[in-house]
Nanobody
Framework: QVHLVESGGGLVQPGGSLRLSCAAS????????MNWYRQAPGKERALVAG????????RYADSVKGRFTISRDNAKNTVYLQMNSLKPEDTAVYYC?????????WGQGTQVTVSS
């Protein structure tokens, strides 16, 4: 059974940092690209960052380039999202997503709130 469990969300002041983690199980982790999406209230879910199966290729939404870093540890079946210089507009539920061809798995999400 596939499980993706996000953690690390919370309340942080503008300019602060958080590191999200997503622990995966139930599939061959290294064979899947891993993505972080986010969904703010009243908005569609959008891609934040993605990383290839062996971690050699990454991509980022323009809004987070230079502030967020995605990484993965295939030995721990975990993907991370380091978020620095957080802004109020980064407030959203952040979701982990595993993808290989047309197959995709989602986590349950973790709330990130950026507010003073």
């Amino acid at each position: 059974q596939v499980h993706l469990v996000e953690s690390g969300g919370g309340l942080v002041q503008p300019g602060g940092s958080l590191r999200l983690s997503c622990a995966a199980s139930g599939f061959t982790f290294s064979e899947y690209g891993m993505n972080w999406y986010r969904q703010a209230p009243g908005k569609e879910r959008a891609l934040v960052a993605g990383i290839s199966g062996v971690g050699g290729s990454t991509r980022y939404a323009d809004s987070v380039k230079g502030r967020f870093t995605i990484s993965r540890d295939n030995a721990k079946n975990t993907v991370y999202l380091q978020m620095n210089s957080l802004k109020p507009e980064d407030t959203a539920v952040y979701y982990c997503m595993a993808q290989r061809a047309s197959v995709g798995y989602w986590g349950q999400g973790t709330q990130v709130t950026v507010s003073s």
